[in-house]
């Protein structure tokens, strides 16, 4: 069975920067807080109009396929991982197809948040493992944005996301030993509602989430006026629930993978963890023993770019030399659902 290595990488932030002190202007917070809490000194925006979450992943994808030596049409199936897509349906995949000009290849969105693209690069490992695809395109993108509540009742989640985009091209390698490893996916639903967008949404209540709204409320629609007016159409989370649930399944996926494969933490040569909080990147890195030049974190200049940071953290790592071919690379991914995830890449 052949391994998926990755042939090509890419990563598209944004121009438009935006400070903590920025964010002063529109809810009241600091840049102390922002920095000691999550380590985050700023993120970029897209521009409102002009730019998509599908505009940015395609712009990170022509460079992945323009480093993996192809052309879009040589691309046999598209995986997009996204929380924020240009429309509630269709998802963000089929415009990338349009736009890149691609074959009628098979387009999919998946939609696991934080380690979408975890689970992106799984579902296409398993792909080119089978023999079905040989070149395929994976993206994570988020225009978080867009849907952010910036006033300050709003602050605990709109001072941590930034926009952006990370891609890359999976293809099988004939190389004995290379590749990615294995991968290793968990959900827990139990906290499904703590970290969660609830509207546009069909629930009508039914999980009984809304108990200051009455049902003629829920049942007027879709997203009603009420629902707006009380910020249900913006993200929730409850931050401290997540941290700590954040800071047990890191290591416990990284842990599993490791074993799954008869390796030891001192055999990463790189860890790349979804970009959540400086503090738990470094409180991963710590109970694993690793040290500064085996951890990349970008955060601080990106926010919590979602679905975009693993991708994103990786092209930078590599662009700036710190992955070479035969290192260990290890992804670690966990977020809303909650869903966590974890791979091993030989590169
Ligand atoms: O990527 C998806 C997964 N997400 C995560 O992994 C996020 C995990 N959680 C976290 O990163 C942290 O919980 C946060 C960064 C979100 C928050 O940090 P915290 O240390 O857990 O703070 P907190 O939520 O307990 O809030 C402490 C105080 C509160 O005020 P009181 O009640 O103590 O008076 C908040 O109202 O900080 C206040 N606060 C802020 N103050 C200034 C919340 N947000 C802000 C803000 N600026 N932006």
């Known amino acids: 069975m052949p391994r998926s290595i990755v042939a090509g990488i890419g990563m598209y932030v944004p121009k438009n920067v935006y400070t903590n002190q920025d964010l002063t202007r529109y809810m009241e917070t600091s840049d102390e807080w922002i920095q000691e809490r999550t380590g985050i000194q700023a ?18 994808a022509k460079i ?55 689970y992106a690069i799984s579902v296409a490992d398993q792909f080119i493992k089978s023999g079905m695809y040989k070149n395929i395109l994976v993206i994570g993108s988020e225009k978080h944005s867009f ?6 009742r709003g602050r605990n989640i709109s001072v941590i996301f930034g926009d952006g985009a990370g891609a890359v091209v999976l293809q099988p390698t004939a190389e004995e030993g290379r590749g990615i490893l294995s991968t290793h996916l968990h959900s827990d639903g ?71 494969n008869g390796l030891q933490t001192s055999d990463i040569n790189m ?9 738990i990147s470094q409180m991963i890195q710590k109970l694993l023993r690793l040290s500064d030049d085996k951890v990349y974190n970008n955060i601080q200049r990106y926010g919590n770019t979602t679905a975009a940071s693993v991708p994103i953290a990786l092209c930078e790592a590599w662009q700036e030399g710190k992955i070479k071919k035969g290192d260990l690379v290890c992804l670690a991914a966990f977020g809303s659902g909650f869903t966590w995830a974890s791979a091993l890449i030989r590169w």
């Open 43 to 60: 993120r970029h925006y897209a521009d409102r109009l002009g730019e998509t979450t599908a505009t940015m992943g395609i712009e990170a």
């Open 64 to 118: 992945a396929i323009e480093r993996a030596g192809i052309t879009p049409q040589e691309i046999d199936f598209i995986i997009f991982a996204t929380l924020s897509p240009d429309y509630y349906f269709p998802g963000c995949g089929v415009i990338v197809q349009r736009e890149m000009k691609m074959k009628e290849i098979g387009a999919l969105d998946i939609r696991n948040q934080c380690s979408g693209f975890l």
């Open 147 to 152: 849907g952010l509540d910036f006033t300050t």
């Open 190 to 260: 139990e906290s499904a509602e703590i970290l969660a967008m609830y509207n546009p949404g069909t629930h009508g209540n039914r999980w009984g989430h809304f108990a200051d709204f009455n049902d003629a409320e829920i049942g007027e629609a879709f997203m009603s006026e009420a629902m707006i007016e009380k910020a249900q159409n913006f993200p929730n989370m409850n931050g401290p629930a997540v941290f700590k649930k954040a800071v047990v399944k890191f290591p416990e996926v990284i842990m599993e993978g490791l074993q799954a």
């Open 271 to 279: 860890l790349i963890v979804h970009q959540a909080n400086l503090r």
